[in-house]
């Protein structure tokens, strides 16, 4: 019933949204995954990059989708908690500082076992618009834990100016995805991160040209 | 090519349904191509009010298109959007790049909203007034004309093209191209204007020849911006076509153009 919901909402809002209002354009797009385990790694400038994402994929695919969202903002009051889980399917980490023996990851590591698609913006943050911050460590002891999820770059452009960090004014912009070829976890952590950011920086390329003095 | 009659369709659809989806469908190819415009050009950060504020005029110009109000839709983007452009720029308060921005965004909506609402206000030609086929014939024969110019000057530039009309820009427009596009333009539109406007042969004559000029300009125009841009086409909106300003570029010169034409010769109404 829920899942109906859902997918009434990715065509009539979500869908027409993107489309209509953002110019949302893709390139890449066959290396979108269309079966978990997974991981798409974006850059993130904007609430609303999760919703360009999600009107990416098939509708018979959201539910198994999960945007890994900060568990501070997404689970603030009981209204927005409901909504973010159940609606837009976001799985909450807690972004502090850890207890002893605490994983903070096991709800993702939960989900790849069961063949979900995570969203993950390894900033950890929007960050200043438009711009690539540096990247947090948890998707590469994910991708370490789970060999066989393939990571998808993907880099956004022009959500951080529809609706930057702090704006409640939301001015159209065209958006871009550019999805590249999936990675895989080898070598150490960092050497991982490094390839990653270098994947998502490449992709810019492929983005029209951005101007913003 | 799918993505090109599906225009066809819309803008055609639109048109045998009356005035009012005909302004609707006006006002969202503005909308998009003001958008496109808005994504390459350089804006500064703190401009996002300003660029919110432009979109704003394509709801009033349209609206004085639905209205029927030809004298407030000539004042409400070159004055009042202009000015109140300005003004917002100057209470946001930054300075560096002022002129450069206010410039900018107000090239945009002259093109995007103020000239392509011209195409959009033949629509509302009194039936009495427009041709034989009526104002939809008007807007019709417009966009079909303006098709045309571009499609002869291509095809004469492929063809005999030697000259480039802009050494810069390429060889991709050329004075034997705007020769063939002059002829052959100036002649069908001489010969279908009977069909499909109020003109007498005189006027429809000068209109026509003269049609193909505004259309290369137009275009001459938009790939200097382009190239400036750094960009080939202004999106990927319709694949292999480019996007909503690519497309409207002829257009944007020739409606103002016909537009005026016609009120000189054969409107009353404006």
Redesign the interface.
Known sequence: MLLLLRQIILWTLVRPFALLVLGFETRGRVHLPRTGPAIVAANHNSHLDTLLLISLFPAAALSRLRPVAAADTFTATPLVSWFSRRIIGVLPVDRGRPERGADPLAGCREALARKEILIIFPEGTRGDPEELGRFKSGIARLAEAEPDAPIVPVYLQGAGRVLPRGSMLLVPFNCFAVIGAPIRFAGKRPEFMARLKDAIEALRADAPPLRWL | MLAWWLVSLFVGGALLMGWVATVLVFAAVS??AL??Y????????ED??V??FV?AAIPISYGAIALDLYGYFLVIVPIYIFVGTASLMALIGRTD?FLATAGVLTWGMLICVFNIGHAAFLIRTPAAEAGPAGPAGLVFFLIAMTILADAAEAAGTRFFGRTPLSARLGPGRTVEGLAVSIAATGTAFTALSAFYTPLTLAPAAFIGFLLPVWAVMGSLVMAAVKRE???ATS???LPGYGGALDRIASLSFTAPWVFHMLAIFALDHF
């Open positions: 909308f998009i958008r496109e808005a994504t390459l050009v350089p804006t500064r950060r996002r009010p660029v919110l979109y790049g841009l750094g960009v999106s990927d909106l």
